[in-house]
């Protein structure tokens, strides 16, 4: 059974450092073809993909948020770290962590939709 | 960056209708997209994935169709629980970055 959550501060002051842990069960984030997203959520907006760290170390970040995002990963505890910089209260929102199951190919891996989510948590950013 | 145009924003339906999501992307994107439902209060969950294929355990009244930029999602029958908002995303993967619709909110009459 699959299961993600995700943990860190409720509310954190502008310009401070957001660090959100996901601590994921039933999959290894060793095994080829696997990774974690984070995905965030604006109270009443759509969905944002922020990040994504691979199952061989590879990183990928969102165009927009590159220069503010760090994403990491402990395979012995089964945990995906991301921080981001110099938050604002723009960046009040549901933050969610998210499985991506590749598809291997001949061509390489298909990495295109999440099929685990966490139930996401809530970051308020204000003074 | 690939854009995402997803309509309508909001929908109305009587249970047992047949319901239509439509979603357009910038530039061909193949069959590299998907179809999250989010009830609320929760975390988005994939109903389909790379253009029509149904995921494990969603019920069959559940569709997909299309490829390039313009994609369907089809509900063939309204049921109470199907009560959400749709979301499509969309993959690239040079360099990867996931796009999602601005989703459309779905009420029963």
């Known amino acids: 059974q699959v299961t993600l959550r995700e943990s860190g501060p409720a509310l954190v002051k502008p310009t401070q450092t957001l660090t959100l842990t996901c601590t994921f069960s039933?999959?290894?984030?060793?095994?080829?073809?696997?990774?974690v997203s984070w995905i965030r959520q604006p109270p009443g907006k759509a969905l944002e993909w922020l990040a994504r760290?691979?199952?061989?170390?590879?990183?990928y970040y969102s165009t927009s948020l590159k220069t503010r995002l760090t994403i990491s990963k402990d395979t012995s505890k089964n945990q995906v770290v991301l921080t981001m910089t110099n938050m604002d209260p723009v960046d009040t929102a549901t933050y969610y962590c998210?499985?991506?199951?590749?598809?291997?190919?001949?061509?390489?891996?298909?990495?295109?939709?999440?099929?685990?989510w966490g139930q996401g948590t809530l970051v308020t950013v204000s003074s | 960056d690939i854009q995402m145009t997803q309509s309508p924003s909001s929908l109305s339906a009587s249970v047992g209708d047949r319901v239509t999501i439509t979603c357009q992307a910038s530039?061909?994107?193949?069959?590299?997209l998907n179809w999250y439902q989010q009830k609320p209060g929760k975390a988005p969950k994939l109903l389909i994935y790379?253009?029509?294929n149904l995921e494990t355990g969603v019920p069959s009244r559940f569709s997909g169709s299309g490829s390039g930029t313009d994609f369907t999602f089809t509900i063939s029958s309204l049921q109470p629980e199907d009560i959400a908002t749709y979301y499509c995303?969309?993959?690239?993967?040079?360099?990867?970055?996931?796009?999602f619709g601005q989703g459309t909110k779905l009420e029963i009459k």
């Open positions: 530039q061909d994107i193949s069959n590299y």
């Open positions: 790379d253009a029509s």
């Open positions: 760290i691979d199952w061989d170390d590879d990183k």
């Open positions: 039933g999959f290894s984030l060793s095994t080829s073809g696997m990774c």
């Open positions: 998210a499985r991506i199951r590749g598809q291997a190919y001949s061509s390489g891996w298909y990495l295109g939709y999440f099929d685990y």
């Open positions: 995303q969309q993959y690239d993967n040079l360099p990867p970055e996931y796009t």
